[in-house]
């Protein structure tokens, strides 16, 4: 459906039905898929017909959702795993192997964080961290003649900043690999990082995709755009024969549209299974009806709460890329022009204990490890979602310990500030 809006893709993309079919997309409950003659079954398994076998690597309701979530993004394929982290590993993994090298933007979410840092380096997968606001001369510098992907968030939670999406883009295609892109905050709706020059999009649709708080999970869209084959020796999984399907070479086949989707979902669904239940994916569906709608006045509580809080004496600090005395508000300008989410943060005076005893006190923002909800929830990551940073990374990181992140829903704006105000007096 590329020739339409992306509010008319959230309701209707990914799935059309046809004559006599459910209108709303079904969820296949099934495990498994029968065939009438092993040979049929055999074309599957050996990639030389698409179709499905069994719900670990693909699901017809998942693909209808994937389907969606890439037209959204301006993407050629899309998947959906199981959760936001599981979507940010395989697209890694899908291009890294035991002895390459990542660099990444250090603002990025704390799971992520330890995944790059803590857990793919027990891989063999090293990563040298590079501030969002380095210049393209130290973002060069972090480059080694093993890097192969470049990674960074649009908008990173918690720290919001926002990232020069161009800058690092022309810095990964300049080395000769693709930029990775998590895109959970802004969502499709308020940025589309390929066409700002990222090559693979990923989501944790947990957040405002789902939006609801029901259903965790992941997605990955590729832009189709990175050539594989040009820089063929840095990508050997996707360039050179696969044993274990009968030596097809995934960008000969698949080209660029297809060939990194395929592989994650040939290789890594298939070893891992980290796959979207089909039930959660049909939630999801249902978020992303909405989701043209809902995202708009979550920037519009988020602005209004961004601006109250500024206000305030007792508030140090505001952080809220729609604030004009933000440090990311050009940039803000340039790569979200409708806004970018509802995700506040701020320091209150008085460090970790004041902001406890703030959040305490709140009677309509409940603490919660979530964002992106229709309800209006909150946070100190120095001693929740962050507590396995040190001080100094979480300095590096710019979540000081007594930052709170408040994630704006969908209640109005008046009460929402009315609820700010009595937990500060
Ligand atoms: C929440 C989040 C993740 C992890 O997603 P899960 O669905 O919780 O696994 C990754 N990136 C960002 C930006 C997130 O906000």
Redesign the pocket.
């Known amino acids: 459906m590329s020739d339409f809006r992306n509010g008319t893709k959230c309701v209707q993309a990914g799935y059309r039905p046809g004559n006599g079919e459910p209108r709303q997309i079904p969820i296949v409950q099934s495990t498994t898929f029968k065939y009438d003659t092993s040979e049929d079954m055999g074309k599957l398994f050996d990639l030389e017909a698409s179709g499905y076998f069994y719900t670990r690597l693909q699901n017809p309701t998942n693909d209808h959702v994937a389907a969606k979530i890439a037209d959204l993004e301006g993407g050629t394929a899309g998947m959906l795993t199981s ?4 979507a ?1 590993f395989f697209a890694l993994f899908n291009i890294c192997e035991t002895g390459s090298h990542i660099v990444s933007s250090s603002s ?2 704390g ?2 964080f330890n995944l790059i840092a803590v857990t793919m380096k027990k891989m063999g997968i090293d990563v040298t961290f590079v501030s969002p606001d380095c210049t393209r001369e130290e973002l060069d510098a972090a480059f080694q003649d093993n890097t192969r992907a470049v990674f960074g ?1 649009t908008i ?2 918690p720290a919001l900043t926002v990232l020069d999406i161009e800058k690092f883009a022309q810095a990964a295609h300049d080395h000769g690999v693709p930029f990775i892109i ?1 895109n ?2 802004p969502t499709p709706v308020n940025c589309r990082p390929i066409e700002w020059g990222a090559d693979i999009v990923t989501h ?4 405002y995709m789902d939006g609801h708080g029901v259903a ?3 997605a990955i869209v590729d832009s189709g755009k990175f050539d594989w084959m040009a820089h063929a020796d840095k990508f050997p999984g996707l360039t050179t024969p696969d044993d274990s399907y009968h030596g097809i070479v995934y960008a000969e086949k698949f080209g660029l549209e297809g060939a990194f989707i395929t592989k994650a979902t040939a290789q890594l669904m298939r070893d891992f299974g980290c796959i979207q239940s089909p039930q959660n994916a049909f939630y999801l569906n249902l978020g992303l009806e909405s989701l043209h709608v809902r995202m708009p006045k979550h920037v519009e509580n988020g602005q209004a709460v961004a601006e109250f809080l500024q206000s305030q004496s007792k508030v140090k600090k505001v952080s809220y890329p729609g604030l004009p005395s933000d440090p990311y508000f050009e940039i803000a300008k340039k790569y979200l022009p409708n806004g970018g989410c509802g995700v506040v943060s701020c320091e209150l005076e008085g460090g970790r204990a004041a902001a406890e005893a703030f959040m305490k006190k709140l009677k309509l923002a409940a603490i919660e490890t979530h ?2 909800d229709a309800r209006t929830c909150c946070l100190n990551p120095a001693t929740s979602s962050h507590r396995q940073l040190t001080d100094e990374q979480l300095e590096a990181a710019g979540i000081p310990a007594g930052l709170i992140r408040i994630s704006c829903g969908l209640e109005d704006k008046e009460d929402l500030i009315a609820d700010i105000e009595q937990a500060l007096g």
Request: zero cysteines.
């Open positions: 959760s936001g982290q599981a940010n990025i979410y799971g992520t968030e990173a939670n998590d959970t905050f944790s649709t947990t957040k965790v999970g992941g964002v992106a």
